[in-house]
């Protein structure tokens, strides 16, 4: 049965469901002010999960932004899809619709979009945390993924700094201070997702320790909230999350722990255990894209090393009842230092592996750059999402414990 397009789901809406250049690939077309554009968007779930309206957040900003420059466009959405012939479908029906761009909004759905893509040529087709589209062989295919392991270790200070008040007030001992992570897979992605955000809270809170326990999925929010209380169990006292619905944050408040999210503000489903989320905000890009097309521009292949200081990393409003008393003053000046350069998140004299310093980290690059084989480690500090487009980091470090590796 053909499937029916849904138009962009207005903020009202999603909350009550809810409760740079690295060369470039020719754009898919021009127009005029008077016109109005279809742009299709691919999603992984649907206005409930936390992930998907982060996205739809980004879209009505953009279409704002775009109409203030006179270029009016359409939102138009599939759901429900993370990979496979479904994905393949999308994009070909958003293809004969007509759209100057399709954005496929999680990783996994690059493969089978890169099967159709070269039957519209006129259409953009940007792969949202992916990096396959920067190296093949279509012109009118592109990735992005900004720098949220920056967003990520700002959000670990915020948890270390309650770990420290914690401790003062007598709730935990030093040894107690253990941090949970619910993770989705073992994917280098997530890896540099929860070590970033240890090394933010270790940061502040020397004595930290963190166990992650992966789920095998993007978003299950009965497995999200399971695995939350699993970890709270066994004694972690703070829980952070790559994954995609709120169920961690209402399992914390229902357990009486603390809690730093994902994607959006999470303060209004668990108000006394949320502190802060970090996010990515993609109305940049999606401004960025849309308005390349329309002024008959080149869409950069690869959108990277985008992150806090071009506003493509945010953290949401900080719960000012739940945060410990120093923690917006501290983020700040973690915050100013990145943006300055003087702070690298993966700087390596913050980190041990198996005890040692670790000098080598050796990227396995596609035929397309130059070595095959790349240090990522120089100048003292691991350089994520530079020499490739997604995130690479991958190292075990000391201080985190794997509850398990099934996924």
Not at 105 to 124: F, H, I, Q, R
Not at 147 to 167: D, H, P, Q, V
Not at 248 to 277: F, L, R
Not at 377 to 405: C, M, Q
């Amino acid at each position: 049965m053909k499937k029916l397009f849904s138009t962009l789901l207005s903020a009202t809406m999603i909350l009550t469901l809810a409760g740079c250049s690295n060369g470039g690939k020719t754009s898919a077309s021009t127009g005029t002010d008077d016109k109005t554009y279809t742009v299709g968007m691919v999603c992984i779930g649907n206005a409930e999960m936390a992930y998907d309206r982060n996205f739809y957040n980004a879209a009505d900003a953009a279409k704002k932004i775009l109409a203030d420059k006179g270029i009016n466009i359409e939102w138009k959405y599939t759901y429900d899809h993370p990979e496979g012939d479904p994905v393949a479908a999308d994009c070909t029906e958003f293809g004969e619709d007509g759209a100057i761009a399709v954005f496929l909004n999680s990783y996994g759905m690059e493969n089978a979009m890169l099967t159709v893509a070269g039957d519209y040529p006129e259409t953009v087709f940007a792969s949202l945390t992916n990096e396959g589209s920067k190296s093949d062989d279509l012109d009118n295919t592109v990735n992005a993924f900004p720098s949220i392991f920056e967003g990520r270790y700002l959000t670990g200070i915020a948890a270390g700094m309650k770990l420290n008040e914690m401790i003062e007030n007598g709730e935990i001992t030093e040894d107690e201070a253990v941090l949970g992570y619910v993770g989705a897979y073992t994917y280098a992605e997530v890896v540099s997702g929860y070590t970033s955000f240890y090394l933010g809270a270790k940061s502040v809170c020397p004595s930290a320790k963190m166990l992650v326990e992966f789920i095998g999925s993007w978003g299950d929010p009965a497995m999200e909230a399971t695995t939350a209380e699993h970890l709270i169990d066994q004694g972690a006292v703070v829980i952070s999350q790559h994954s995609d619905s709120t169920t961690p944050a209402t399992k914390c408040q229902e357990k009486g722990v603390y809690h730093i999210g994902y994607n959006i503000d999470m303060s209004d489903v668990a108000p006394e255990a949320s502190i802060v989320s970090s996010t990515i905000d993609w109305t940049n890009y999606f401004v960025y894209v849309i308005e390349t097309i329309v002024n008959g521009g080149t869409v950069d292949q690869d959108y990277m090393n985008h992150g806090i200081k071009e506003g493509d990393i945010k953290l949401t409003a900080l719960n000012e009842e739940v945060a410990a008393a120093g923690t917006a003053e501290a983020i700040e000046a973690a915050k100013q230092d990145i943006v300055d350069g003087k702070l690298h998140v993966f700087d390596t004299s913050t980190f041990t592996v198996g005890g040692k310093e670790v000098t080598e980290a050796y990227l396995d690059m596609n035929a397309d750059f130059t070595p095959d084989d790349v240090n990522a480690i120089s100048d003292g500090y691991y350089h994520e999402s530079v020499y490739k487009s997604a995130p690479n980091f991958d190292l075990r470090i000391d201080g985190i414990t794997l509850v398990n590796e099934a996924y």
